[in-house]
């Protein structure tokens, strides 16, 4: 079992449709973050949790909306969305002992596709 | 803004050859980590470099932090097709928990 997990692998919607994206780690990391992930583009962190409060929002669209119930447990609601958004959202997680350590473990990804 | 800058984009190469990527910022850092992501996947922590100047060898990978700590280099030996893949350096912001990524390097190692 990988450390952190991610479901859907594949999510496809519709512009009107509300979905979620589920992550959950199992590394007892207390750091939780959304990336995007689109072609010819870095990676573009969304949102950053620690202990359950967010602590980052990278000035993303309300149309998504993140919850953090725990530290293990990160979702990412998605309403309305655009064609422009479809990309590969990967979930990861880190231990934060002071301010700057520990590195990321990612999960393998939600290929959204927003029609 | 702290801005990390790779290169090259992109990387083609036969089976056996040695290559370098770079991995390069304005701004210094407490560390830096390098990834490697295959197709369909998550990206991987390969290495973190802490200390400026710090060597750190993995196998045929051999990953090199800056005196300066604002920028690393990766150097593959013989690269294998097993080495292919996207290659991406990141590193903490100051006072955050927030990593930023380098534009990354896409790396094709032919048999």
């Known amino acids: 079992e990988t450390g952190v997990t991610q479901t859907p692998r594949h999510l496809v919607m519709g512009m009107t449709n509300k979905k979620s994206l589920k992550c959950e780690q199992h590394l007892g990391h207390n750091a939780m973050y959304w990336y995007k992930q689109s072609a010819k583009k870095p990676l573009e962190l969304m949102f950053v949790y620690n202990f359950k409060e967010q602590t980052e929002n990278n000035s993303v669209p309300s149309r998504f909306s993140p919850e953090c119930p725990n530290s293990s447990h990160l979702f990412l609601h998605l309403h309305t969305l655009q064609p422009e958004d479809s990309a590969l959202y990967l979930c990861?997680?880190?231990?934060?002992?002071?301010?700057?350590?520990?590195?990321?473990?990612f999960g393998e990804g939600s290929r959204l596709t927003v029609l | 803004t702290q801005l990390l800058e790779q290169s090259p984009q992109f990387l083609s190469i036969q089976e056996g050859e040695n290559l370098t990527v770079y991995c390069n910022s304005s701004?210094?850092?407490?560390?830096l980590q390098w990834y490697r992501q295959e197709p369909g996947e998550g990206p991987v922590l390969l290495v973190t470099v802490v200390t400026g100047g710090e060597v750190k060898k993995l196998k045929r990978l051999t990953f090199q932090f800056g005196d300066a700590r604002k920028d690393s280099s990766l150097h593959i030996t013989a690269a294998q097709p097993g080495d292919t893949g996207l290659y991406l350096c990141?590193?903490?912001?100051?006072?955050?928990?927030?990593?930023?990524f380098g534009t990354g390097t896409r790396l094709k190692v032919l048999a």
């Open positions: 990861a997680s880190s231990r934060t002992d002071g301010q700057n350590t520990g590195e990321l473990f």
């Open positions: 701004s210094v850092f407490s560390s």
């Open positions: 990141a590193g903490p912001t100051s006072g955050t928990y927030k990593y930023i």
